[in-house]
């Protein structure tokens, strides 16, 4: 298996040429120094997926690591756990039937101003089989695309939608929401179509499942283009799939990728942690570099 040579501190093993990796070596938990925490959040930039094996995390551990990364991004919409305001507990018992969370291709939280920076789930109980994530790049998406779409893209900016959000959560029996999720249906947020990344300035395409319509336009003339931007990033050249073990912490880079889970577990139990890194009000990626890149 291939090991990226660039990083020493621990073994850094991409999973597809689009994205992904996973990390072997590092024992998060254990209070590493600053520059371990800085080559995992390196690693994060360059692959935008990570699944960090072997961990053996309390609640208050995996806690402590993700306030390392950064400041908990908040959340509207989710009930968190006991004692824990920024961790959220997903239960599927084996008697479970239905649809799982999250099970359709979406981005955590795109209609919030400052959707979050990172997710990051832990596996605490997982099924011997099923139960994978996939996830898709939304940079190689960007990649793809002709000079008069990048252009027409870039000229857009697109109405993300908090509508329906609160039902898809409430028929999670298991899942807890916050008193007031409900008000999540009438929240409407502007972000650009083509972003950069803060960090690489990399431009990527910032949709959503619940990217409502283009400003200026309405819902049926703009489905047709982020229906085929959809199928565009799902593609399997533009995907990984992350097979969770006990202990695997998977983190992601939240706006630059959509994500999805695999309902194919049913009579085993699973459980996971989830909590979230504060990130950054997406920004338009520069004209002048849409307009090289397009030329």
Known sequence: MLRDPD?????????TGALGAEIRGVDLGAHPDDATFEDVRRALHRYHVLAVREQKLTTEAYHQV???????????VHGPMPGYDDIVEFIREPDDTGKVIGEEWHMDLAW????????????HEVPPVGGDTC?????QVYKSLSPGMRRMLASHTAVHSGKGVYEINAAQKRL???????????????????????????????ISSVLNRFKGMTEAETKPIVD??????????????????????????????????INDYSG???????????????VAAPRELVASQAA
């Open 268 to 282: 085993y139990r699973r459980v996971t942690y989830r909590t979230t890194v504060e990130g950054w009000v997406p």
């Open 66 to 76: 993700a306030r390392r990364f950064g400041p908990f991004s908040g959340n509207p």
């Open 7 to 15: 990083f020493r501190r621990f073994e850094v093993l991409p999973i």
């Open 135 to 139: 996830f898709a790049s939304l940079e």
């Open 228 to 261: 085929y931007l959809m199928g565009v990033a799902i593609r399997p050249e533009f995907t990984c799939r992350v097979r969770w073990q006990q202990g695997t912490l998977t983190m992601w880079n939240n706006p630059v990728v959509l994500h999805t889970a």
């Open 176 to 206: 807890a929401l916050r008193p007031d999720a409900r008000k999540g249906d009438d929240v409407e947020v502007e972000h650009p179509v083509i972003c950069a990344h803060p960090v690489t300035g990399k431009p990527y395409v910032f």
């Open 112 to 123: 919030m101003a400052k959707p979050p920076g990172i997710t990051m789930l832990y596996g």
